[in-house]
């Protein structure tokens, strides 16, 4: 039951994230969902039990996640080969606004539907059914809020968009609600161990994005409003297939949805409160590039990140062993045991990542090269840099597991707001003196920001408890 949630909330993480602090809160969120999930027990689905169960699971979930990180990874590369620079600076600007919708989704109603579903006084099928509705409801305002932005821009511009970008907002404007739907049907796929749906539901709209994207290059249409166009198509097929499949059963009851709501909302208000901070943050940064500097520094940036990225991935896949391990180790053996967990992972991280900075610093330019255009190979060093956030994302990531074992993910809100305002501030500052590079050194000054506020914050609170203390001596279920 640990490892499949912790698997399927990091899995979650990993496909958006641009910024220390959505990944330290995550990584927090998901181990406490595992708590609190755990001393519910299961309804319907059962969790592997098994060595054998549990590694085939945590392989599938591995799979999943991996299939995600690859369509994003691929794209890139594929929009920067075939479409562009200019391709490459509209999509990363509308992907990054896109992304804000996504991560909202995930705290409103994916996070949730995790923690709630194996309630036993809960009936599964009518709050799944609930849970399609908030998301229907969601992907509705979603639309409008797209169409919105794209007649403003298509008239007045008033944010310097590059050309096209009217265009592109309105293409998500109907392509988002499909991308937002597959995003939570993998969600509830995974929270009921259904990992091999969730495969396919990651692994067919790879192929077919893909397929669609060369498609539309051989017919000489690419551009960044296809690529979303082509998102959208690939995220609709397999849910169709999911829905006529009946993958999961369930029932729309409009009272009992209206109460579910209650309950989802009271539990997410802080999550999502706590992530328009950083969220808010990352969408920025591509645009502060855009201002600053020229129209395509969005698009190098974004290229850059993609890269650095490897990094977070493996954090991400790493972190899925250490995560259920720190919780079990408090639960049943008190702090000291935590500690020794935590400090095995940093030291983990610290001399994994420390390499990985290493091989961007050396082969960065070339690695951007062989990935993208001879274009992007003057950007090496800022993959370096942003190696280097990487890395102190690692230990954020390991003081967030640390508060979530000890039941108080809340620690974290201080230091997103902080790590925002310190990248923004440092963005603005430096950006125009040193390019690109100053953006990278501005999400580093606020990692490093965020990771001595959660690592003092986790400090402070383990000095509250006794050896040998379950989670409920300080606070209990957050």
């Known amino acids: 039951m640990n490892a499949s949630h912790s698997t399927l909330s990091q899995a979650r993480s990993a496909r958006v994230s641009l910024n220390g ?205 296809f690529v979303f166009a082509a998102m959208g198509v690939a995220s609709l097929l397999p849910a169709i297939v999911w829905f006529a499949m009946r993958s999961q059963p369930f029932r729309l009851e409009r009272q009992q949805a209206t109460a579910d709501w209650k309950t989802t909302f009271q539990y997410s208000r802080w999550l999502v409160a706590a992530r328009v901070f950083p969220t808010v943050a990352s969408c920025l940064l591509p645009f502060i590039a855009l201002w600053m500097i020229d129209a395509d520094a969005s698009g190098a940036f974004g290229s850059c990140m993609t890269l650095a990225n490897v990094s977070l991935i493996f954090v991400y896949g790493a972190n899925n062993f250490f995560q259920p391990r720190a919780v079990k180790a408090f639960n049943q053996q008190g702090k000291k045991a935590l500690c020794a967990i935590l400090l095995e992972s940093a030291l983990f991280f610290g001399v994994v990542l420390s390499v990985l900075c290493g091989v961007y610093f050396l082969l960065g330019g070339q690695l951007l090269t062989i990935m993208l255009t001879e274009e992007f190979s003057e950007f ?54 040193m390019g690109i590079a100053g953006v990278a050194w501005a999400l580093v000054g606020g990692g490093c920001v965020a990771t001595v506020i959660a690592v003092a914050f986790f400090v402070s609170l383990l000095r509250q408890v006794p050896n040998a203390t379950p989670l409920e001596t300080i606070g209990g279920e957050a």
């Open 21 to 225: 602090s959505d990944v330290l809160s995550d990584a927090s969120q998901s181990v406490s969902s595992t708590s609190r999930a755990g001393h519910h027990g299961e309804a319907a689905d059962d969790p592997p039990q098994t060595i054998r169960q549990k590694l085939t699971q945590g392989f599938l979930a591995l799979v999943d996640q991996g299939f995600v990180s690859l369509n994003t990874f691929l794209t890139l590369i594929l929009v920067a080969k075939l479409g562009g620079q200019s391709a490459v600076n509209l999509y990363v600007l509308a992907w990054s606004i896109l992304n804000v919708a996504r991560v909202l989704q995930e705290r409103m109603i994916g996070a949730p539907y995790v923690v709630f579903a194996h309630q036993d006084a809960r009936d599964q099928q009518s709050f799944l059914g609930s849970s399609l509705i908030q998301q229907a409801i969601f992907s509705s305002a979603t639309l409008v809020l797209f169409g919105l932005l794209s007649a403003v821009t298509a008239r007045t511009n008033w944010l310097a968009m590059p050309d096209g970008m009217a265009v592109c907002l309105a293409t998500i404007a109907i392509a988002g609600p499909m991308i937002l739907l597959r995003d939570h049907l993998r969600v509830i796929c995974c929270a009921h161990f259904k990992y091999p749906t969730a495969v396919f539901l990651s692994g067919s709209a790879l192929l077919i994005q893909l397929a669609l994207i060369v498609g539309v290059f051989l017919l000489d249409w690419l551009n960044a409003p």
């Open 380 to 433: 090496g060093h800022v993959v370096g840099i942003l190696g280097i956030y990487a890395l102190i994302v690692s230990f954020s990531i390991v003081a967030g597991n640390g508060m979530a074992a000890l039941g108080q993910p809340q620690g974290l809100f201080a230091g997103e707001v902080a790590f925002s305002i310190v990248t923004i501030v440092l963005a603005v500052l430096l950006c125009g003196s």
